[in-house]
Structures are given as C-alpha cells and as structure tokens.
C-alpha cells in the first residue's frame, strides 16, 4: 500500500517536530524566501529527483552537501494550502523543489519532487488526472514566482492559461517529478513549459506522465486583490 511501501519514492516521509522547526529566514536566499524554508539537513534528496536531474541535465552533479537551491514549502506560512497542508494526511508528500539556476543566478529550470499515496487514486490503481494538473500548476507557479524573484521583480504573478497533455496514467503509489523551464518573457506575460515525470519505484525508469505549457501575468504594482494576508505572498 502507499503507507507500508518500503521503497525510497512511495513512502511518505512524515515530517517530525524538529524538522517542523524551520531555519531562519535569514539561511534562506531572498529570492525563495517568501514561499520556501531550508531542507532539514538530516534529510535525504529523493531518489526520483536524483535521476531526474540525470535525465533532464546530463552532467549536473547534485550532492546534498552541495546544494543552495533545494527547498520544502513553508507550511508555517502556508497553513490553509491545498497542496501543502489539506492534502498533505490524504495521500500526498511533502514536495522538495530544486531550483537550477545560471551564471547570472537568474532560475531558469526548477525541479519539483511529490510522493502519491493511493488515497489520490482516479482510475483504479492510478492518480486523478486533476491531482498531476494540480501538482504541475504549482510547479509552473514555483518557476515563475523565483525566475521573476530572480530578475529583480516581486514574483507576483497568477495563472492565466495552463495546458496539460496526458500521455500515461500515474500508478500508484508512486514519485512524480515536476519539471518546468522558461519558454519566453514578454512584458508582464511569462510563458512556460514542462512535464510531469513518474518513477514506480526507487531506481526505476522514468515514464512521461503529462506534458504542459502555462502562461502566468505578474501582477500591476500595487494590485492587492489576491491577498489574504502576509502568509498569501
């Protein structure tokens, strides 16, 4: 099942008090710092974003030690989240995003990595379609919120258009990673593209589950009407 799976992907760490306990704002770059707190260092990187990385950037080293850009969600500041809170004792891990980025230290690829329990389940034995567009939304939303951050804009942005193209169902349980780079920037308009990537189970091949393309709209300096309060940045 997706709660006695030994293996690396489908079992679904479960965050514990110290890990609850999130660094200073201040170990977090300004650019993540609105939305995403520090990976406890005790935690391993997932094998699924491992041999993703492997496929999408031959090459890329990541080692643990080594990583700036690799994050988890702030659930303190995201209490009420769909993803990171509600559904988080229905089914679905806690995400670890990794953020590559060039010589100028603009983002220009980010990595986002889930486990699927089957309480997500659709089709029998596989995830709700809705479940992976929802998880590449915030995969387009991640990418789009840090590359504008990183250009020097507020990072506010909505989306205005998301296409998803299914080429496989998700099994499940199961490691989804999420992969979106930047397609173009006009204006206030930024467009990009990505997919969903599914691994059964530690050391398995990767299998295309959904191939996408978004377009987000940096909110008008001074718009307040998406917010709540300081936690809805």
Same mark, same amino acid.
């Given at each position: ?7 690396? &992907? ?37 094998? !699924? ?43 679905? $891990? ?34 709700? $379609? ?14 789009? &919120? ?47 593209? $990505? ?17 996408? &393309? ?6 008008? !300096? $001074? ?8 936690? &809805?940045?």
């Amino acid at each position: 099942s997706g709660r006695g799976n030994a293996d690396g &992907n489908s079992a679904r760490a479960a965050a514990s008090p110290q890990e609850e306990e999130e660094t200073e704002d201040a170990a977090v770059p300004e650019i993540y710092r609105a939305r995403y707190a520090a990976m406890p260092p005790s935690r391993p990187l997932p094998p !699924a974003l491992l041999a993703a990385l492997a496929q999408q950037s031959p090459g890329s080293a990541l080692l643990r030690e080594q990583v700036t850009q690799v994050f988890r969600r702030s659930r303190r500041r995201f209490p009420q989240h769909f993803l990171h809170s509600t559904l988080q004792s229905q089914g679905l $891990g806690d995400a670890v995003y990794y953020f590559q980025v060039d010589e100028q230290a603009v983002v220009q690829k980010v990595f986002v990595c889930w486990t699927l329990g089957e309480e997500l389940e659709g089709p029998p034995g596989h995830c709700h $379609g809705g479940c992976i567009a929802s998880l590449i939304d915030d995969a387009f939303g991640a990418f789009t &919120n840090t590359h504008l951050r990183s250009k020097g804009h507020s990072g506010e942005a909505v989306t205005a258009f998301l296409h998803v193209d299914y080429k496989a169902p998700t099994p499940l349980p199961c490691a989804v990673v999420c992969v979106v780079t930047l397609d173009r920037h006009d204006g206030r308009k930024v467009f990009s593209k $990505g997919q969903a990537l599914v691994q059964k189970t530690e050391g398995a091949a990767l299998v295309t589950s959904c191939e996408a &393309n978004a377009l987000f709209v940096e909110l008008k !300096a $001074g718009y307040s009407g998406m917010k709540k309060g300081e936690g &809805n940045k």
